[in-house]
């Protein structure tokens, strides 16, 4: 198995994967363009493993392991000479990915995995100029990567059966529950489902059914309640294969079927509302920091983590 890791960009998504591998006592490298990318990086790990030593799911001991497993490096040919698994999280542009890929290929190990996190961007379209497309995957993690179990696993035609097995395996070693795609779509399996639910929600608000809080207490009081552990056709299956049919013939065509983003939805981006981040979206946000809400956020998720655990 994997001696060694590599993540290609500290953000939002490569930090997290990195820790991930240190929590599992995988020396991985952390390698971004600036040291005070890295810094900021260093700075967010830190306390994502405070938060789970406070909440009990990590030792003291286990952290500062963790800790002691990352290097952190601005020099790519370092970042990836000895690594096995290479793990790009660098922003959407193709272009950019292909750029890195070209360098990885000549300075990698002939044998290591490049798994990148790309949301949108096909897996065979990513191995396109690649000298050697067999070794080119999708493993697509969830924000917060440190905290969601999920990972999309994708490959392409040309990827060998062997980097297929092995990333799934080092998935699994580093704690995730990876599935893997038969085929490839876009937006893979859960983003798909996500946004089918999310333009019925703005569906239903523009339409004045109810409340954004009433609409949003009705998923995490009802199919979100039920959805940490049971899901959509397993749910079919539980109700009754004969009560869903008619469920779907009758409300498919009640169904938004709309092809983009409400109208009202452009007048807030517009007029730069946009969610918590700018303290106006559809709600409202009080005067609360980003790095608290997100400290919050984690704090439920870390509880939910537990209870899944058990
Ligand atoms: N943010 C999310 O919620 C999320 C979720 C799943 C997947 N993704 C995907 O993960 C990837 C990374 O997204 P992110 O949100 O972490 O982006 P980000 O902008 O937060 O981080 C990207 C990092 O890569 C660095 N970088 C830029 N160019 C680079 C290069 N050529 N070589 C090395 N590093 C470079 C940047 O300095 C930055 O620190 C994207 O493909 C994105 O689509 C993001």
Redesign the pocket.
Known sequence: MIQQAAV???????HGIAQLYAQAGIPVFL???EEN?LEKARKAIKANLILQVQRGVLTEVESERAVACITYTTDLEEAVRTADFVTE????VIE?KWE?YEKLESCMKPTAVIAS????IPVSRLAEKMSTPERMMIT????PAQLVPLVEVVRHERTEEKIVQTTMEVMRMIGKSPVLLKKEVPGFIANRLQAAVVREALHLLEEGVAEAKDIDLAVTEGPGFRWAFIGPIETADFGGLDTWKRVVDNLAPELSQSRQAPEFLNTLVDAGHLGAKSGQGIYEYEEISVSEKIKERDDKFIELLKVKQR
């Open positions: 290609i960009g500290a953000g939002v998504m490569g390698y971004d363009l990318y999280a660098i922003p959407e950019w890195l996190n790309t949301s949108t697509h993690f969830f924000n």
